[in-house]
């Protein structure tokens, strides 16, 4: 088997931030009491250069101090001034951080060195699910080193009380990974990512419930998935996605719940006949969600139920 098969341990031993972190202000104007400021700051340090990483960040002029909130989309998707204006509304620092690289060339974008242009996501999705030397040289290593950086940022705020995180498809793939990397995470949510890539279409009670898989994916599933991660994961945790769609057989989810030790907070939350959209309950809960785990307000959210079968 050519390359080495990491685990969440073996993959990140030995790493630490390169520090200082520079940033770079190159916009900053406010609509309506909330600041928004797109930046620049430093990743990690390549062959070749230093990872400059670009984020939008907003909040509210009024908030003197704040929980910080780390917004991770889809690969597809850019830093937008609407999901950040609503976080920020929320009484949030939000900081919507680009990890895609120049995909679709948009105006400002994480820009990788060209050691790690791999790094730069492209219109092959499945390019991205691919491990052809190991899962040091993949997207997701870079992926994953940009939100450490993004956290530290966070943590650094003068303005910030601490920070959580919000991810939707592989930005909650990463999140998974930053939830075992960063013990000062108080918290995340995950929408549409629950792992378990490789077995999609093998579903748990069906007739043919396991995959054939090849050395890639063995690397894939060791070293970048959800499930490998959720195991190590110490913080307070809410996945949230709908029963009906095709990218996320949903009777696995809860495998990746299970594996979270029992001492730490996990929620579970279903759209219902839907499959692609999350419903007003999932939003809710979102809210709820964070309000308990990162502003420490008193919110009461549903235990797991006691179910037993004779």
């Excluded at 700051?41 to 939008?56: C, H, M, N, P």
């Excluded at 110490?234 to 029963?243: A, E, G, H, N, R």
Aim: net charge negative; aromatic share 14%; with cysteine.
């Amino acid at each position: 088997m050519a390359g080495t098969i990491y685990t969440p341990v073996s993959l990140w031993e030995g790493f630490s931030l390169e520090l200082p972190m520079e940033e770079e202000l190159v916009r900053e104007y406010e609509k309506d009491g909330v600041i928004f400021r797109e930046i620049y700051f430093d990743g990690r340090k390549t062959a070749a250069g230093r990872v400059k990483i670009y984020a939008l960040a907003a909040f509210e002029k009024k908030n003197a101090r704040m929980p910080g909130l780390l917004i991770l989309p889809s690969y597809t998707k850019t830093p937008d001034e609407n999901t950040a204006l609503y976080f920020a509304r929320k009484g949030y620092y939000a900081l919507m951080v680009d990890y895609s690289g120049n995909f679709r060339s948009p105006e400002r974008y994480t820009v990788y060195p060209e050691d790690v242009s791999y790094a730069n996501a492209t219109e092959d999705r499945d390019a991205i699910h691919r491990v052809e030397k190991d899962a040091k040289h993949t997207c997701w290593y870079e992926w994953s080193a940009v939100a450490q950086y993004a956290g530290y940022y966070l943590k650094t705020r003068g303005e910030v009380s601490g920070y959580g995180a919000l991810g939707v498809k592989h930005g909650a793939t990463i999140l998974w990974q930053l939830a075992t990397l960063d013990k000062d995470l108080k918290c995340f949510a995950a929408v549409f990512s629950a792992g378990w890539r490789a077995y999609r279409g093998c579903f748990k009670f069906g007739e043919h419930s396991e995959p054939e898989l090849d050395d890639e994916m063995y690397k894939y599933l060791a070293a970048i998935e959800p499930q490998a991660y959720a195991q190590y994961v110490k913080c307070p945790v809410l996945m949230l996605s709908c029963t009906n769609n095709r990218y996320f057989d949903v009777d696995r989810a809860f495998d990746t719940v299970a594996r979270i030790d029992p001492s730490v907070k996990a929620y579970l939350n279903y759209a219902p006949q839907r499959a692609k959209t999350l419903d007003t309950r999932c939003k809710a809960d979102l809210e709820l969600f964070l309000e308990k785990f990162l502003k420490g307000a008193e919110v009461d959210l549903p235990e797991e139920p006691e179910l037993s079968c004779e």
